[in-house]
């Protein structure tokens, strides 16, 4: 079974303070990690995923397999990034299609 | 449209009624999902098209969830006889292959049952 664990429901920051959003996740297989976020009233979007080792508005996240951890971070947080975001791992299934496994969800607040 | 259409955005049902929602997917993508999501939860996968086929429907949470797709482009989740546990937001998200690594999400619908 695969699971996704957010343990944060709620992190304020101030404007250009780091910011580290956690992310541990249980897969049995060859995980493929991603990053979503919801600002609000806009709909879920990709933020970043494992694979493509980029950064994306200033965020990265790097996958420790031996933790089985996908952290996200920013060295200097901007209030434009107060969101919802969640962290998702897709498995692949018999069938050759994938789904995604979301975590809860970490509330950022970026206060000025 | 450009991305993930859905509706009704906004849903009050009374419990025991049917609802559906309905779910436009991006033109051309073959892989649609249903996902659930509960105030202060992350969405739950509840079923998954490709094409008109319905691979899988693990995650629909009773009998009285049904969905279907059967020409391949728009998608109808029905919840019979609804419960107040079945309030939740209820996302669409599409995907040009069957990988659903890129995957694009709708807006919601958001189901109230009173």
Not at chain 2, 75 to 89: G, H
């Amino acid at each position: 079974a695969q699971r996704v664990t957010q343990p944060e429901k709620l992190l304020s920051v101030f404007k250009g303070a780091p910011v580290e959003l956690k992310c541990n996740y249980s897969y049995s297989g060859s995980p493929e990690l991603f990053w979503y976020v919801q600002y609000s009233r806009q709909r879920l979007q990709l933020l970043l995923r494992h694979i493509s080792r980029e950064s994306i508005k200033g965020f990265t996240a790097d996958l420790n397999k031996g933790e089985t951890s996908f952290h996200l971070k920013k060295p200097f947080a901007q209030e434009e990034d107060s969101a919802m975001y969640y962290c998702a791992l897709s498995g692949y299934m018999n069938s050759g299609y994938s789904t995604l496994t979301f975590g809860k969800g970490t509330m950022l607040l970026v206060s000025p | 449209g450009a991305g993930v259409s859905q509706s009704p955005r906004y849903k009050v049902a009374k419990r025991g009624q049917d609802v559906a929602l309905r779910c436009d997917p991006i033109s051309g993508h073959v892989s649609l999902f249903w996902y659930q999501q509960a105030l202060g939860q992350g969405p739950e996968f509840l079923t998954y098209f490709q094409n008109e086929a319905q691979l899988d429907k693990s995650g629909l949470p009773s009998d009285r969830f049904f969905a279907e797709r059967p020409e391949g482009s728009v998608s109808t989740l029905k919840i019979q006889r609804t419960q107040q546990e079945d309030s939740a937001v209820y996302l669409c998200a599409s995907s040009l292959d069957r990988t659903g690594n890129t995957i694009y999400f709708g807006e919601g619908s958001w189901l109230t049952v009173v």
